[in-house]
């Protein structure tokens, strides 16, 4: 039999998510109600020391409502980070708007701030000014949050931050997810910590949050019978799912400190290997998760190794490792809509790749992803 496969970013269980799941079973809050909701929701509300959450089925259902909630509606325009997992731009589509793609730039790989200024004059100039900002924090590297806060502010738009690759980053030592006017994160089985899936959607006030818990449970009214004013989602989060995610919160730190680890393990492999560069958050206003640690090769440099040739090689030994996402511009559903830039986000597609990250790697597994890598580049 072959080796067990390593994965890219797998789930890593503390002690007690069985003991709070069973509370659940045990007092029937089999629904999208109960204690464990409360609980979660209060951690990750004194984790972050600001800001209101209301947790969810997932980080999708968190952009959606933060957009319904910053006003988004048919027709309007989107701008959204290019580079990204689809779940950002998906939801601006559900509503009938328009996504704007924005190029990235290549010190975060994140929203480019000159790129999007010139689509906001742009998209103004044809009669047409922006919703919402998108910023995404990439593989948990923060955006550069001053520059796009300070365009947000000259144009009066706001910033919908999504932190669904971003839990426990933080920029100026404030927590990514409070970064914006509304933030996101996801808890889907590949992230830092889980709930199997699930999300979140933190919000600045006490009365925003109940609206979104209002739209996430379908929007009834408090009446006797079932009264609907405005369209609402089946989008609350499980009980069930969150007696994991009070579990996952007792050993967030741990796995931060691990996946740092991770991170310093491929520097150190990769340390004096002509080509190839992992990538490292700007400067010390910068604190990543590395929730995935990701790497660039230049061909040229590297005796024409490609990153495809390191996904490979590491494949043949039952390895994940994944290339960098593909930019949403690039995508067949969404080759039509309008996008600025210069080719960055292209090459980071292009030239990059993700390596195994996760908090539960072993020594045995760091032994196997280092004999590959010295047998390919060595």
């Known amino acids: 039999m072959g080796q067990l496969r390593i994965y890219l970013s797998s789930p890593h269980l503390g002690k007690n998510e069985a003991k709070y799941i069973q ?4 007092t029937n809050w089999i629904a999208p109600a109960g204690p464990n909701l409360t609980f979660f929701e209060e951690q990750l509300e004194n984790y972050l020391t600001c800001g209101h959450v209301s947790v969810l089925n997932s980080g999708t259902a968190a952009l959606h409502l933060g957009l319904i909630l910053l006003g988004v509606q048919a027709g309007d325009e989107v701008l959204v980070q290019t580079h990204t997992h689809i779940a950002s731009a998906n939801p601006v589509v559900y509503l009938g708007a328009t996504p704007v793609f924005i190029d990235s ?13 010139e689509a906001i004059i742009d998209r103004i100039s044809k009669g047409q000014k922006p919703k919402v900002i998108i910023a995404v924090h990439l593989y948990g590297v923060p955006f550069k949050v001053d520059a796009i806060r300070a365009i947000s502010n000259k144009y009066n738009i706001p910033i919908l931050e999504d932190s669904a690759e971003a839990l426990g980053s933080s920029y100026k030592g404030k927590k990514c997810g409070t970064l914006g006017d509304m933030g996101v994160f996801s808890f889907n089985g590949n992230k830092i910590i889980t709930t199997s899936a699930g999300g979140a959607l933190v919000v600045n ?12 449970t379908q929007s ?12 609402g989602y089946n989008y609350r989060m499980s009980n069930v799912c969150a007696g994991i995610g009070r579990a996952q919160m007792e050993v967030l730190d741990s796995h931060l400190q691990l996946r740092r680890e991770m991170h310093d393990f491929y520097g150190t492999l990769f340390k004096g290997i002509s080509g190839v560069t992992v990538f490292e958050v700007p400067s010390v206003d910068y604190c990543s998760n590395y929730w995935l640690t990701t790497l660039l090769i230049d061909r040229e440099k590297a005796n024409g190794i490609t990153p495809d040739q390191l996904r490979l090689a590491l494949e043949i030994e039952n390895i994940e490792s994944r290339p960098l996402w593909k930019p949403m511009h690039l995508q067949p559903v969404f080759k039509d809509y309008p996008y600025y830039g210069s080719g960055v986000s ?6 990059g790749l993700c390596l195994p990250s996760g908090s539960n790697l072993t020594d045995s597994d760091r032994k196997r992803i280092k004999s590959v890598v010295n047998a390919l580049f060595k």
């Open 105 to 117: 730039e290549t010190e975060t790989w994140n929203l480019c701030p000159n790129r999007l200024e």
């Open 346 to 351: 292209e090459t980071l597609f292009e030239t």
């Open 205 to 216: 006030t006490s009365e925003l949050k109940n609206k979104a818990i209002s739209l996430a």
């Open 220 to 231: 009834r009214a408090e009446t006797p019978h079932f009264e609907h004013l405005e369209i």
């Open 23 to 26: 509370e659940a079973f045990d």
